[in-house]
């Protein structure tokens, strides 16, 4: 059996009202994905064993004493590392730049030029800009602090007029920074710049795939159960109703199913329920 949970990536939390989002665009892709606070040990990490870390949004500013960091072992475990927003910011800042306070901030629409198609960006492009020829991609700002000196190492990848590091990247480390949300819906190409880190700069597979996840289950109910009986209380609704379909997937005849009747269902709502699922299962 594949083992699903074998590619990962590890999404480090610090507070942002995205975080969750990070993690479902990383599941949507294929990969397995967990939220971790932002304080986890080096020996939780290595235990998790991700193919690769995000450094999540927040609501702080790493310009004040005492805000959110990342561990420092992120940067020395030889994973690659996308940081967004706030995660880049704290990136930067952590390896050696400088992060301030910006004139103009920025929450909303935003237009970035691509100065070097890095691996994230590759082949990426929502409008070509006239003067230069370069890529230019509509995305999703939401900031007030701005990189104002990237690491020694690290190259500026992108821009806005108002944000002159809008990305940064070192590739060599395949270390990834992005001011803007790629995350949600509004950057037109987000899916595909973490489909980039996740598939091709992580090299995680798609492991995490519906009809995979349903043979894992399948084959975790079988060995839990063994040759004994279950009995399931069932509503009908989504949850109990997921269930039931596994479990007589799983283990047939060993699966009695006893309709309990909540009260909230609609008229001859219950006939029904009973009806399909003796009817099919």
Known sequence: MTDIHAHKILILDFGSQYTQLIARRVREIGVYSEIRAFDITEAEIREYAPNGIILAGGPESVTELGTPRA????????????????????MAEQLGGAVEGSHVREFGYAQIRVDEPTALFRDISDHIDHDTGKSLLDVWMSHGDKVARVPAEFTVTASTPSCPIAAMAWEAKRFYGVQFHPEVTHTL??????????????????????????????????????????????????????????LHKAIGDQLTCVFVDNGLLRKAEGDQVMETFARHM
């Open 71 to 90: 561990p420092q072992c992120v940067f020395e475990m030889d994973l690659p590392v996308l940081g967004i927003c706030y995660g880049m910011q704290t």
């Open 189 to 246: 190409q987000g899916q595909r710049i973490l489909e980039h880190f996740v598939l091709e700069i992580c090299g995680a597979e798609r492991l995490w795939t519906p009809a995979q996840i349903i043979e894992d289950q399948i084959e975790r109910v079988r060995e839990q159960v063994g040759d004994r009986h279950v009995l399931l209380g069932l509503s009908g609704g989504v949850d109990s109703s997921v269930v039931a379909a596994l």
